[in-house]
């Protein structure tokens, strides 16, 4: 069998519509030339024998008017009224995409969600991710696909793409492929797993506290464990969240010695917390001090400090803690 296909197999009816209503619209708005009374005059009378020269002169600015027809059409004027492109482009992301030239090409402080390994609860990542569609896919194919840095986190996630993340009003809808759900096998899990994607979401997009975010399986509104649910996911609260963040410098980190600023949010509930610094794996620290608190938000308290990493190359372990509570870094030094 031939590989062609006949060419009506190729038809569109949403662009034969769109290019008969231009057509129209271009047809309304061409005025004939001065010379249309004349071919009208010539082609009235259709009892009245002329020669055949005459006819021909006829046809010939008959074809003259049809080709400026189309050439007004093809070729449009310098004062046709362009149209402006869309501002705004959904792609599929998390694979092969095309992005809009204002996106840059790297996000930066994506906010990337993961799951305590002992505890279970949220702990953030800030990271610097190639982009992907844009901030709201980019955060969202992150949580998926991207392992995290610090060896105390994991993700309930190993790999999925995001078919489309969008925006509308407070709602966010994210439609997911069904492979990135394979690894599930409790609800419980699947809903720690979604509420990953719900701040990392709703911190990509910002604003309103109140969004809320609907999660599809390829179009579908019914979760492989889940089912379908009642109401859009929202955020769990500070009771679903680990208690003390580090969100600078992050685990691994390459920094020079000298000032190293460090910062962070803990639930509000958290008072006096220190800092120290420790050189590789020993246990006696070689500076500390205490971590400044600022003012509470949404139940969280963000906090900052200024610590001096000393001269020289090699691992460093930076702890932040208070009472039983304590969260490490650890940091490289290179001149």
Not at 196 to 202: E, P
Not at 239 to 258: E, I, R, Y
Request: proline fraction near 7%; aromatic fraction near 6%; charged fraction near 20%.
């Amino acid at each position: 069998m031939s590989g062609r296909q006949p060419i009506e197999s190729h038809r569109d009816p949403r662009l034969e519509a769109m290019l008969r209503s231009a057509l129209e619209a271009r047809a309304d708005a061409v005025h004939p030339s001065d010379r249309s009374a004349e071919i009208l005059e010539l082609s009235r009378d259709s009892g009245t024998k002329r020669p055949r020269g005459h006819r021909s002169v006829v046809l010939m600015l008959a074809g003259a008017l049809v080709l400026g027809f189309l050439a007004s059409f093809l070729w449009p004027s310098g004062s046709t009224t362009s149209q402006t492109p869309p501002t705004t482009q959904q792609t599929p992301l998390g694979g092969s995409t095309s992005v809009e030239a204002s996106v840059p090409t790297v996000q930066t402080g994506i906010q990337v969600f993961y799951l305590g390994r002992d505890d279970g609860l949220l702990y953030r990542e800030m990271r610097d991710l190639p982009t992907l569609g844009d901030r709201l896919g980019t955060a969202v194919a992150a949580v998926l696909n991207v392992a995290p840095q610090d060896p105390e986190y994991t993700s309930g996630w190993s790999g999925g793409q995001v078919n489309s993340a969008t925006v509308h009003g407070d709602r966010i809808t994210l439609d997911l492929s069904q492979s990135a759900f394979a690894q599930f096998k409790k609800r419980a899990d699947e809903e720690k797993g979604i509420q990953q994607l719900v701040y990392a979401a709703t911190a990509a997009v910002g604003g309103s506290q109140s969004r809320t975010v609907q999660i599809l399986v390829d179009g579908s509104p019914n979760l492989p464990l889940i089912g379908k649910p009642d109401t859009d996911f929202v955020r769990a609260g500070a009771a679903g969240l680990g208690p003390l963040w580090v969100d600078s410098p992050q685990f691994g980190q390459t920094v020079k010695p000298g000032p190293l600023p460090v910062s962070g949010t803990a639930d509000s509930s958290l008072r006096s917390l220190t800092w120290s610094l420790h050189k590789g794996e020993a246990a006696g620290p070689v500076a500390k001090g205490a971590v400044t608190l600022g003012r509470a938000v949404d139940g969280r308290t963000p906090w900052h400090a200024m610590v001096r990493i000393p001269e020289g190359t090699g691992q460093w372990r930076l702890v932040v803690a208070t009472g039983a509570t304590s969260v490490t870094r650890t940091v490289n030094a290179s001149r």
